[in-house]
């Protein structure tokens, strides 16, 4: 695991969503949530092709160009 940094500010932190059934109104409440308490924070919503096990190449080429940190959502 990459270490933790000292804070979120500046920084851009994705949410990847697999799309498991019923819970994209769960990931836009939690991004809300973390928009509110990390407001210097860039928090960007992305859909991965697939399920959780299959590959992305094109979203993951993009999290490591622009992203400091993932939140990955893989169902409930």
Known sequence: MAPRSDS????????V???YPNTRAF???FMK???EKFPK??????DKVGNYMDDD???W???KEKA???IMTIGH
């Open 17 to 19: 969503d697999t799309r």
């Open 33 to 35: 949530a973390l928009k």
């Open 27 to 29: 990931v836009e409440e």
């Open 57 to 59: 190449p094109k979203l």
């Open 41 to 46: 924070t860039n928090f960007v919503l992305k």
């Open 8 to 15: 979120l500010d500046g920084k851009t932190i994705y949410f």
């Open 61 to 63: 080429a993009e999290v």
């Open 68 to 70: 400091q940190g993932v």
